[in-house]
């Protein structure tokens, strides 16, 4: 029986100068992806400017947008983005975003159907940089793009009731009030509005990465009933979760009616509990989230005022509740086809 050769003694250093090598070449890859993108977007908007100059000067019509179409995809079959469709998207794109900037979001960092989803789904300048931002800062995808400009998004992140300013430092407290939302939505559990808390949770954690989503950028899930023991007795935590940006543990607390002044001195002796038991030295202190059916912001804030501890108090929603106006004022994309066709003709 032969055994194999073992492998030839590397000289010392050789696992670090790989393991950088490894990180270069990935980083370079990744650099080459953006740098084509980049390149693509760039195109299609001098495609789009040229379409509306010819629009202008030489009276182009749809038909030519048709013939178009069919001539640059016979010429360059490997490459998908030269339907009419495509075009159309493109001349919109030259019309509304002539600098190819989101504010001060340059357009070439995002994905082309990020920009058509920007450009289709919401209708100020200022909306499109806030969404451009948060796509490019935590690398959504465009389903999530989506999805968060479905659930208003904007209008909802960091307006939570929190105390976060008097107990947290400036540094952290910007940060943290940022990271909570209100109302959160949790309307992909399929429960009604008569759910009971165990419910919730247990929904929750069975769609973890709707939830997860849905709380947003850095939450890492650790565990649901966590168990804490104080001298022999035992409480438990409805949600436990760690921010990776805020460096610290969170406690989520569910409460499925109306919120009450005594819900904030449970959830601080929780946070008081994890920041004396699990808590490490270089972590933040622990914050509580406090999430109950419905709340009124003024008991809320007067609640906070004397706790000790960062809590932010939300309502949550289980049947979708958010004002429709913004969906039916935007454009549908036959509308947008509509429109560039008659102004092509």
Same mark, same amino acid.
């Given at each position: ?23 270069? #070449? ?31 000067? %030489? ?9 178009? =179409? ?11 983005? /030269?339907? +009419? ?6 001349? /919109? ?9 989101? @504010?001060?979001? $340059?357009?070439?960092?995002? $994905? ?7 450009? +289709?789904?919401?209708? +100020? ?8 931002? %948060? ?50 939505? /949790?309307?992909?559990? @399929?429960?009604?509005? !008569? ?33 804490? !023991? ?7 935590? !409805?949600?436990?979760?760690?921010? +990776? ?19 904030? @001195? ?13 808590? =490490? ?25 004397? #706790? ?8 949550? %929603? ?28």
């Amino acid at each position: 029986m032969t055994t194999a050769p073992l492998p030839p003694a590397m000289p010392d250093g050789y696992s670090d100068w790989l393991r950088q090598l490894k990180t270069d #070449i990935t980083s370079a890859r990744q650099r080459a992806v953006l740098a084509v993108n980049a390149e693509l977007v760039r195109l299609y908007g001098r495609i789009g400017h040229d379409i509306l100059q010819r629009q202008q000067s %030489q009276a182009w019509g749809s038909k030519v947008i048709d013939r178009l =179409a069919q001539d640059l995809t016979d010429t360059f079959p490997d490459m998908r983005g /030269f339907s +009419t469709r495509n075009l159309k998207y493109m001349a /919109f794109f030259a019309q509304h975003c002539p600098d190819s900037q989101f @504010g001060q979001q $340059p357009a070439a960092q995002l $994905p082309w159907f990020h920009i058509v989803t920007l450009l +289709t789904k919401l209708h +100020t300048a200022a909306e499109r940089e806030w969404y451009a931002s %948060q796509a490019v800062q935590h690398g959504w995808s465009r389903t999530t793009l989506e999805l968060n400009i479905k659930n208003l998004l904007q209008q909802r992140q960091g307006a939570a009731v929190s105390n976060f300013t008097a107990r947290l430092p400036a540094s952290a407290s910007a940060l943290a009030h940022e990271a909570l939302k209100d109302p959160y939505l /949790f309307d992909f559990l @399929g429960l009604g509005n !008569d759910a009971q808390e165990r419910e919730i949770e247990g929904g929750l954690i069975h769609h973890i990465t709707r939830f997860l989503l849905e709380l947003g950028a850095g939450f890492a899930f650790v565990g649901r009933q966590f168990r804490l !023991d104080v001298a022999g007795d035992e409480f438990f935590i !409805d949600l436990l979760f760690y921010h +990776t940006r805020l460096k610290c543990y969170v406690v989520v607390d569910l409460k499925a009616g109306a919120f009450k002044p005594e819900h904030a @001195g449970q959830l601080n002796f929780y946070l008081s509990t994890v920041d004396a038991q699990i808590k =490490a030295e270089d972590d933040k202190p622990t914050i509580g989230l406090l999430l109950c059916k419905q709340q009124n912001r003024l008991v809320a804030e007067y609640a906070l005022s004397g #706790i000790e501890k960062p809590i932010g108090i939300a309502e949550y %929603q289980l049947l979708r509740n958010l004002p429709e106006s913004l969906e039916h004022s935007l454009p549908s994309i036959a509308e947008i086809e509509a429109e560039l066709t008659g102004n092509l003709d």
